[in-house]
């Protein structure tokens, strides 16, 4: 006997997802799923984007990691709310961690959302966890073919951060491959090159999400 | 790289299923995965026989239907299938306007006895 089902694998997990997204939206906050490798530069990017946004703006921070604390302290210096989560082994963070992770913000206090997700170019980007913006970094040291490599990721994001670009002369990283390759699978897609360390680019960056704070928080009001 | 979990994912709803129906036994799952996803066949068929151990879906044949990654141009009002990722219509040269098929991943139907 033959039993339709039609129920996609990822049905829970978008559930989920669409109610941590009402909350976001109730609250006029914009989460930010920011995914990229490990070592990519996520942790100081984030270190960066508070050290020019906070002052303005309420910002939480959800540090998602396989096992321990050490972004999350080190983002703690900064003075704002930090959710640590350890997904015990996952290589990616869900929407249900990311509404247990909310249980401990008050985000009425807040604007943006910082979510670190898993260091992994693959997983994270098959888990949609409600946010507002898809972010993603690419570090120089990785090289300018990854687009390819982990299509999904790169046709999923709005916005890509080129980190590390202190580092192209002494790399075979080719920009102009790169830009024209994002420019054939993710037209969309706005593009900045940075230096977490130099803070090169970094001002772009800030002035930028600084609208989309704006343009989420004014379709959330009105 | 999560094939464990999206695979005891897949166990879920078709012993939830299977049970609803009365099956004695699961012969068949067909599943739609669209090429877009990260996820590689071989490796859910992998973990499927350690996932369904001792259960009514044990032996189950996994049949995976490939959906192609096709991009619909709003200028030739035209689908068509992407190579390499690239949006450019083979015809006009523009950039596609949509994906429109490649991120499924569903269970469909089950076979059961």
New interface residues.
């Given amino acids: 006997m033959d039993i339709q089902i039609l129920e996609g694998v990822f049905d829970a997990n978008e559930k989920i997802a669409r109610e941590n997204e009402v909350l976001f939206r109730e609250n006029g906050v914009l989460a930010v799923n920011l995914m990229a490798s490990p070592g990519a530069g996520k942790t100081s990017l984030v270190s960066r984007t508070l050290e020019l946004l906070s002052g303005e703006m309420g910002i939480g921070v959800i540090e998602g990691d396989i096992a321990s604390s050490v972004d999350a302290e080190k983002i703690r210096s900064y003075g704002v709310p930090v959710v640590q989560i350890n997904t015990g082994g996952a290589c990616h963070l869900d929407a249900a961690m990311i509404r247990e992770a909310l249980v401990h913000l008050d985000l009425s206090s807040l604007d943006l959302l910082i979510i670190e997700n898993v260091g992994n170019l693959v997983c994270p980007a098959e888990f949609n966890l409600g946010e507002g913006l898809r972010a993603m970094i690419l570090s120089v040291a990785e090289g300018h073919d990854k687009p390819l490599k982990y299509p999904l990721m790169f046709s999923q994001s709005h916005v890509l951060l080129v980190n590390k670009v202190d580092l192209l002369g002494m790399s075979d990283f080719d920009l102009g491959t790169l830009q024209e390759t994002i420019r054939r699978m993710n037209p969309g897609m706005v593009v900045f090159e940075v230096s977490c360390r130099t803070g090169e680019g970094l001002s772009s960056w800030a002035e930028w999400l600084r609208k989309r704070v704006a343009e989420y928080r004014g379709g959330a009001t009105g | 790289?999560?094939e464990l979990?999206?695979t005891e994912?897949?166990a879920g709803?078709?012993l939830r299923?299977?049970e609803m129906?009365g099956?004695r036994r699961v012969v068949k799952v067909n599943?739609k995965l669209g090429e877009?996803?990260?996820?590689v066949d071989h490796y859910v068929s992998f973990y499927w026989d350690l996932v369904t151990k001792d259960t009514i879906a044990q032996g189950a044949e996994l049949n995976f239907n490939k959906v192609p990654v096709v991009a619909y141009c709003g200028k030739c009002r035209e689908e068509f299938r992407i190579q390499?990722?690239?949006?450019?219509c083979p015809r006009c040269g523009e950039?596609a306007s949509d994906?429109i098929s490649g991120r499924e991943?569903?269970?469909?139907?089950?076979?059961?006895?």
């Fill in positions: 790289m999560h979990g999206v994912s897949i709803i078709v299923h299977a129906n099956a599943i877009l996803t990260g996820i390499e990722y690239d949006l450019t950039l994906i991943f569903m269970v469909e139907s089950i076979e059961i006895e």
